[in-house]
């Protein structure tokens, strides 16, 4: 399919400067003379396989990668038909520049690099005009919103309004790797302040200079958002984003059953880790109900991956009780068990009957876990003393060290596999370069939120889903380990390549679609042929001719 925009009568110079609709070079001969564009471009017609060349050529020579995120959102801003073809036949090489690591550094420096807005900014000054705001963005058929306060962005903690990297560079990737239409994307900064005191005496920060919101006027802001967001675009989903983890949990759990939204941080992440687990099975030989997995972190990453575990634990027959107890969470001060008294709301329904436990080292040998999995935002913390306790309790120690980015992951891959002699089945947050172990080669899995989130997104929006569930996360998880091949497993590759990431992503959402047709959660009628409808849904970067 081709995008569905029309051109709205533009014409001319006000066409070329149309991110959505621009072609540049490419615009031929007829539409040229029909357009008005006649002498506003090299004479020469270029294909779109031409412009790639060139701006591929361009990227590469780039001598950092932060010039490199600048120079593809420079392109973004001018072409996005062009910027998704590049970004989609690149994903591997350029996924770390729009996403993690890369975006994470763009953050930190986002008011030094900024050159135009992108997206919808709503400030805690806005109260009582933010139906207004959301009716001045320019297209009327949102489907997905991202949504950030800045609060804890990546593992770098508070950006406050330099957050704003982050929810561009997801839905850069729902188009990238599900195909949503461009035009169907709403990235949205609720700037509400910020407590980082770096970002308040640069005279270049973007955002309101002034402390966080916190308390009743903070839910007020966000609620007049939940409900202008229904009611300016009823069919998006809300995806809140790099919330601070107190926010996150409660937003959840407020707004899951009133609107079509979900968390990220907490839901993806939680679908991806259990794809890693689930694939881990057909190496380590043990299914998940004979699993036993010790967290370091206990946030909106860890809680959110042992919900999941605790459903598809249940799904499969096991007590929730008995589920639960398969999850034991470390965190910044010790073992979580039931006689703590420091435990916030979300860790308490992992919190179980045990003798307190003071390092990570003394819960390994304890516990004696199946997974070790790193949520903890903490690098080096997988010392070699602990990986080599997990190597010395499994044949095949699972060991996930998901924080981001790479300069906060709990170990490295060199390490992982240095310190089991080869053994460790290995996923990361960030990317990591292929091991060549005493003459093995190992492929670091990448635990990436991409393999799930945009499928999800591209089910929810084929089947006008009005919620998104935690089934809908477990499916998309089994989907994705079904798609992991016996190669994958030799080399130690616990997802599918990313190059498959949009049949990854078409499968993922036609089972999202599935769920939402089979629980009543949309008022559409289920089509005959369901993957042919997702795939019809799907935008294809190649031009469309406008004559
Ligand atoms: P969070 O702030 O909600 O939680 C962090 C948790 O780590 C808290 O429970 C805290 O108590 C604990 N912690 C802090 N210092 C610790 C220490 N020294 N030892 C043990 N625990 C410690 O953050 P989050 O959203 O859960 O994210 C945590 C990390 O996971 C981040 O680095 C993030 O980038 C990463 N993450 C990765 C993925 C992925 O790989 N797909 C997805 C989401 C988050």
Redesign the pocket.
Known sequence: MTTTLHLNGKRGVELLHDPLLNKGTAFGDAERDLLGLRGLLPPRVATQDQQLDRVLENYRRKENDLEKYIYLVSLQERNEALFYRLVMEHLSEMMPIIYTPTVGLACQKYGHIFRRPRGLYISKNDKGRVKGILQNWPQSDVRIIVITDGE?I??LGDLGANGMGIPVGKLSLYTACAGIDPSQCLPIMLDVGTNNTTLLSDPLYLGLAEPRLRGPEYDALVAEFVSAAQQVFPKACIQFEDF??SN?FRLLHQYRDKACTFND?IQG?AG??LAGLISSERLTGLPLQKQRILF???????IGIGDLIVEALKLSGVPEKQAREQCWF???KSLVVKSRTDLVEHKLRFAHDHAPVGTLLEAIETLKPTALIG????PQ?FTESVVKAMGKLNQRPVIFA???PTS?AECTAVQAYTWTEGRAIFA??SPFSPVNYLGTMHEPGQ???SYIFPGVGLGVIASEARRVTDEMFYVAACKLAAMVTEQDLMVGRLYPDLKRIREVSLTIGTAVAEIAFHRGLTNMLRPADLEAHVREAMFDPHYASYV
Do not use: I, W, Y
């Open positions: 804890r990546l593992g601070g983890n996150a941080d992440t991806v880790t370091l972190g206990a946030g909106e990453a860890g470390f965190d910044s949520v903890s935002g903490m913390t998901l924080s981001n906060k990361s947050g635990g990436n939120n």
